[in-house]
């Protein structure tokens, strides 16, 4: 399902954190929207998610066409997955992830020997059969994460949104996830937009790459282009290419700033 | 809540070596002290009830007056636990979600049933409520005086009785449920809107198991309060023998006429009600910590 995002706004007070996004998203893609802190990738993707409104005016955006900006997020049917994991602390993991079935209404519900089909298949899915009845504080960040994505898959989501899902893990999980999230995605082409400071990652995982500072979008791309044809001074600093020519001809005479871009990645 | 630090932190026994210091010293400290303060008396109490012979008190604690008097007693202080449940959930809700000028004010307002002198409030009450007061003239002219004069009225009733010790509860509820609603991130509100679920069901389903715990304790206190309270009660009950009387005031009649074993003996009735009904809701809370696993709450 493809998601359109149409001149959108957002003020919070006087700081304006988003200054007229316009974005399309094609079914199936992977994007990752990257930019330092303050730069409004969290915001914009709260806002497609439907916690978050953007400001009053021409502003739209559209799941498969259809407009939503209006719809409330438990009508959206967007999949998110927070970076704290926001897991439901009273249930157990097998509940966490049955609860987006348990909630409809009684004419969408599941049949109960349905949801026990699903869960379960997604607990294979994330690899965690074993830890169905378990409650989320007994697993590891790791596998809490996993939880968060196996409930936000379990109501079959039209678009998957991902809040720096992997920012609170230690780098080596950081990195078996990733790849694990881009198999996943080769396996279900689920249309997913991930948030994250971090471009190694961005550039590992992603499709396109969505570049955003000061509230607006400073490039889009697939992470080669990106790399090979910044747009802009702020996409050369905030990727610690000051200077193209440093990178492809690196030599002792710049042993400076070779070291300061070192330092930025 | 109690049960999410004894299940997380291990007990320490004898024998075990620690490194932190002093648990002999402070054990028997707590064991001195609960002692003297608490144990001893109600041991003297009971002890009471069998200085004099047994069956005449046996006749006054099972006598219709103070089977009544239990009745309003525990009665109306689970109404106006209940009562509190309600509302306290809401003022807490309010006062930690949202910012609006006057927070603190109201914030420090809702102490005011703890530290006002108890015979105060009840003869504010009694003022406000009664057939003449602001509140009461209204309840007076909506019912109609026959109504009122049934059993409508809002002071000198067992109603009056009720709003009584609403007043003095309300701080409990509102005081326990604040940190755990500060506690409680609204990213899990926001997941669950995500996973489809409506405000109602958020409520239900995440936020009510949540602070269920620290809700039921909260009302706990409000009741146990509630059951002991005398000063701002007796100016709002009606004082009519075998309806009208809470259980202190009996006793407090019985003392009078220098019946101290029979004083004593529904002084301890009560606390046996009182001890039951905590039981009751400390299996509650066990019960619930299980079911929901909510050691972390």
């Not at chain 1, 739209?60 to 409330?72: K, L």
């Not at chain 1, 550039?203 to 969505?210: A, G, I, N, Q, T």
């Not at chain 2, 039921?216 to 409000?222: H, P, S, V």
Request: one cysteine or more; hydrophobic letters at 50%.
């Amino acid at each position: 399902m493809s998601v359109v995002i149409e001149s959108i706004h957002k003020t919070f007070g006087r700081f304006n954190a988003l200054e007229g996004i316009d974005l399309k998203v094609e079914t199936g893609e992977l994007v990752a929207l990257l930019g330092p802190s303050g730069s409004g990738k969290t915001t914009l993707l709260r806002i497609i998610a439907g916690l978050e409104f953007p400001d009053d005016g021409p502003g739209n955006i559209f799941f498969h066409g259809t407009d939503v900006t209006e719809r409330d997020a438990y009508e959206r049917r967007a999949g998110f997955v927070f970076q704290s994991y926001a897991l439901f602390q009273h249930m157990t993991v097998f509940e966490n992830i049955a609860f987006g079935l348990r909630v409809r209404s009684r004419a969408t519900r599941p049949s109960e020997a349905e949801i026990n089909a699903r869960v379960n298949d997604l607990l294979g899915r994330v690899q965690l059969t074993q830890f169905a009845k378990r409650f989320p504080n007994t697993l590891s960040g790791g596998q809490r994460q996993r939880v968060a994505l196996a409930r936000a898959l379990a109501i079959e989501p039209r678009v998957l949104l991902l809040d720096e899902p992997f920012g609170a893990l230690d780098a080596k999980v950081r990195k078996e996830l990733r790849r694990w999230l881009r198999a996943f995605h080769e396996q279900t082409r689920l249309t997913t937009l991930f948030v994250t400071h971090d471009q190694e990652e961005a550039f590992e995982v992603s499709d396109r790459v969505v570049i955003l500072g000061e509230g607006r979008i400073q490039q889009i791309g697939s992470p080669a282009e990106v790399r090979a044809n910044p747009a802009n001074d702020f996409v050369r600093k905030f990727l610690g290419l000051d200077d193209e020519s440093e990178l492809l001809i690196p030599s002792p005479l710049h042993e400076g700033s070779r070291a300061r871009e070192l330092d930025a990645v | 809540m109690s049960d999410a630090v004894s299940s997380s932190i291990p007990y320490r026994r004898f024998g075990n070596r620690t490194i932190l210091p002093g648990f002999h010293l402070s054990l028997g400290y707590t064991l001195i002290y609960v002692s003297l303060l608490v144990l001893i008396p109600m041991a003297f109490l009971v002890a009471k009830v069998f200085t004099e012979p047994f069956a005449a008190t046996w006749a006054k604690i099972t006598s219709d007056r103070a089977i009544a008097s239990y009745m309003l007693s525990f009665g109306a202080s689970g109404i106006a636990a209940l009562i509190n449940g309600v509302f306290g959930f809401i003022i807490a809700w309010v006062l930690v979600r949202y910012e609006f000028p006057g927070r603190r004010f109201a914030d420090a307002v809702v102490d005011l049933p703890f530290a006002l002198p108890t015979a105060v409030a009840g003869i504010s009450l009694a003022v406000l409520y009664g057939k003449n007061g602001t509140f009461g003239e209204w309840v007076h002219w909506a019912v109609g005086p026959e109504a009122w004069r049934a059993g409508w009225a809002t002071a000198n009733s067992n109603i009056g009785v009720t709003i009584a010790l609403t007043f003095i509860g309300l701080p409990f509820v509102v005081r326990t449920l604040q940190p755990v609603l500060e506690d409680l991130s609204t990213d899990i509100e926001e997941a669950a809107a995500c996973l489809g679920a409506t405000r109602w069901q958020t409520f239900w389903r995440i936020i009510v198991p949540a602070i269920l715990p620290a809700w039921l304790t909260g009302m706990t206190l409000a009741f146990g309060r509630a059951v002991g309270e005398f000063g701002s009660v007796i100016f709002i009950a009606s004082g009519v023998i075998g309806r009208g009387e809470i259980t202190p005031l009996v006793i407090y009649t019985t003392l009078e006429e220098g019946l101290y074993s029979q004083a004593a003996a529904l002084g301890a009735v009560m606390l046996v009600f009182s001890f039951l009904i905590l039981v009751v809701v400390s299996l509650l809370q066990a019960w619930n910590g299980r079911v929901t696993g909510s050691a972390s709450v």
